[in-house]
Nanobody, 126 residues
Framework: VQLQASGGGLVQAGDSLRLSCAAS????????TGWFRQAPGKEREFVAA????????AYADSVKGRFTCYRDNAKNTVYLQMNSLKPGDTARYYC????????????????????WGQGTQVTVSS
């Protein structure tokens, strides 16, 4: 599967953004998907994940209550709604996909994913 992330930008603290990740090449419902982010000089870290049909989600503690991950398999797209953005959310955001998992699984580790998009930059100014 090929993944294309979009929706990043420069915003102020407290603003909202919605990231999208469009998939192509395979049946999207066969894939659990996740969002990760990486700031300069830091390791890539987990943000959110969603199971194949969207029934289960997982979030990093740092974004719980502010970010929501959801998907539309008919549109082959997964979204990350980000509210109440903080300067600490500044990073390049990557979407990822993992095949061959049970329908309830929402993987949280980089090593669990086998397909990655190119990322989209999110910058939050104070």
């Amino acid at each position: 599967v090929q993944l294309q992330a979009s929706g990043g930008g420069l915003v102020q603290a407290g603003d909202s953004l919605r990231l999208s990740c469009a998939a192509s090449g395979r049946t999207f419902s066969n894939y659990a998907t996740g969002w990760f982010r990486q700031a300069p000089g830091k390791e890539r870290e987990f943000v959110a994940a969603i199971s194949r049909y969207g029934r289960n989600t997982a979030y990093a503690d740092s974004v719980k209550g502010r970010f929501t991950c959801y998907r539309d398999n008919a549109k082959n797209t997964v979204y990350l709604q980000m509210n109440s953005l903080k300067p600490g959310d500044t990073a390049r955001y990557y979407c990822a996909a993992r095949s061959g998992v049970a329908t309830y699984v929402a993987p949280e580790y980089v090593s669990e994913y086998d397909a990655w998009g190119q990322g989209t930059q999110v910058t939050v100014s104070s």
